[in-house]
């Protein structure tokens, strides 16, 4: 086994197993990730069939991160002087990128799911590139803002990308990550959690936490690091929509009252930073 991808730690402690897939946490830093990591070609077969086509499901998907959307492009607008030219890394169908062009944005996406470029391109029209970061062919400090909507813990190497986020960010460009924070779920439903598949194996590599996080911003040096609960997704499933509105709007208002110092674990978190 390789060193941690976050601080090179050696020692590593076994969290669960989800069918032949196990996931570890370093010792020294806490970040989870998988253990071994699937290969690249793999993972870009994976991810073809990840989006489903159907045009029901894609309306779903819609309405499970319309909130989320809504309440994120406030965020980058309250930390932006004005719109201006937008990313979105691993975009889906395009609903955020197409929200934001109604704010005024210029804006471009990246997705390796031919289904969901296909959507974002021929039936709302927007610009997105089939190649993944790191594009070393795109210039320096060209956008004012870059999103990642629960694609960092997909990545096989987060740092490289957000490294990469950070030379495409011009000077006070805007951040937005949101991931799961997953791990805390598992440990509470440890007895169900390998049938339950909280980790979704292998498409989630890392769960992170607000700490292993802030780290990763801090040591590419993004500065104004904040992490906070904004808004939570609108699953199908009754049961699962009402898990959400209960877990999601408390750890809204415990984050709110808090001032980011109280944030529930369990519950999907929001990062933003400065360039």
Same mark, same amino acid.
């Given at each position: 086994?390789s060193g941690c991808l976050l601080c090179g730690g050696r020692q590593f402690r076994p969290v669960i197993c989800e069918g032949k897939w196990q ?124 999103? =990642?909507?629960?694609? !960092? ?13 950070? +030379? $495409? *960010?011009? @000077? ?69 929509? =009402?898990?959400?509105? !209960? ?13 980011? +110092? $109280? *944030?529930? @674990? ?10």
């Amino acid at each position: 086994m390789s060193g941690c991808l976050l601080c090179g730690g050696r020692q590593f402690r076994p969290v669960i197993c989800e069918g032949k897939w196990q996931y570890v946490r370093c010792s020294h830093c806490g970040l989870v990730f998988l253990s071994p990591q699937p290969a690249a070609a793999f993972l870009h077969e994976h991810y073809q069939d990840y989006l489903p086509a159907d045009p029901e499901a894609v309306e779903a998907w819609r309405r499970l991160a319309a909130q989320v959307f809504a309440k994120s492009a406030l965020l980058i607008q309250r930390s932006s002087r004005a719109p201006g030219r937008l990313l979105d890394v691993g975009c889906g169908y395009g609903f955020f990128l197409e929200q934001m062009a109604r704010c005024g944005w210029k804006v471009e996406g990246v997705e390796i799911s031919a289904t969901g470029r296909g959507y974002a391109g021929n039936v709302l029209g927007l610009k997105v590139s089939s190649r993944p970061l790191p594009r070393p062919d795109w210039p320096d400090a060209c956008y004012d803002a870059i999103t =990642l909507f629960y694609v !960092i813990e997909h990545l096989p190497d987060p740092v490289a990308v957000l490294r990469e986020a950070f +030379r $495409l *960010l011009r @000077p006070g460009g805007v951040l937005l990550l949101r991931w799961p924070h997953t791990t805390p779920i598992v440990t509470i439903l440890k007895p169900w959690a390998q049938q339950l598949k909280l980790y979704q194996a292998p498409s989630h590599l890392f769960d992170f936490c607000p700490q292993t996080i802030y780290n990763m911003l801090d040591q590419l040096g993004f500065r104004q690091i904040r992490t906070t609960v904004c808004g939570w997704t609108r699953p199908a499933a009754k049961g699962a929509r =009402l898990a959400a509105l !209960i877990f999601g709007g408390l750890g809204e208002k415990l984050a709110s009252i808090s001032r980011d +110092r $109280l *944030l529930l @674990p369990g519950v999907s978190k929001t990062t933003v930073a400065l360039r």
